[in-house]
T-cell receptor
């Protein structure tokens, strides 16, 4: 148990659906992250939030929309996804002033998303 | 060619063997991480290194900044060590995080 929870753990959605992934951290951290892990590809950093402000967006398509209402919660809103968006989506948090791996990150268990 | 290369890609060993996983990178970095990902998908951060060597239980991580190389060692390996081990660095050049493709380790009982 890392102190970072994600729901749901599994999600199957059609291309016209709208769904949201939720992440919550109980560690008092300042920064939160969304990662995408596709089969046989390296982890990809999608978004970084520091003190609720987005500090990184790594050219992620607009069909992925993050929301960080406070330092403990992070959402990823999904709409009109494509089958190639099927992947494991991981959330992480850290006590970090700028985002990234300069500080140790704690990962959630991930949401396995399948787009049909 | 990836800026972070791991070797081997896959490794199967018997319980008790000494395991070494290598990571080479081609960019200047501020830190290097070793991560462990279990079959269910959850990731655990094992080590964060900027120089020298760190040890935690049966795990040892080393980094040679001049050679741009890091190794992760597992002593007295156990089936529960079976996982994907991922090397990741943060580049000084553009402040981006770069992940290796991972090494899939399988320890046989």
């Amino acid at each position: 148990e890392t102190g970072v929870t994600q729901t749901p753990r599994h999600l199957v959605m059609g291309m016209t659906n709208k769904k949201s992934l939720k992440c919550e951290q109980h560690l008092g951290h300042n920064a939160m992250y969304w990662y995408k892990q596709s089969a046989k590809k390296p982890l990809e950093l999608m978004f970084v939030y520091n003190f609720k402000e987005q500090t990184e967006n790594n050219s992620v398509p607009s069909r992925f929309s993050p929301e960080c209402p406070n330092s403990s919660h992070l959402f990823l809103h999904l709409h009109t996804l494509q089958p190639e968006d099927s992947a494991l989506y991981l959330c992480a948090s850290s006590q970090d002033k700028g985002g990234g791996l300069a500080y140790e990150q704690y990962f959630g268990p991930g949401t396995r998303l399948t787009v049909t | 060619k990836n800026e972070v290369e791991q070797s081997p890609q896959n490794l199967t060993a018997q319980e008790g063997e000494f395991i070494t996983i290598n990571c080479s990178y081609s960019v200047g970095i501020s830190a290097l991480h070793w991560l462990q990902q279990h079959p269910g998908g959850g990731i655990v951060s094992l080590f964060m290194l900027s120089s020298g060597k760190k040890k935690h239980g049966r795990l040892i991580a080393t980094i040679n900044i001049q050679e741009k190389h890091s190794s992760l060692h597992i002593t007295a390996s156990h089936p529960r060590d079976s996982a994907v081990y991922i090397c990741a660095v943060r580049s000084w050049r553009d402040d981006k995080i770069i992940f290796g493709k991972g090494t899939r380790l399988h320890i046989l009982p």
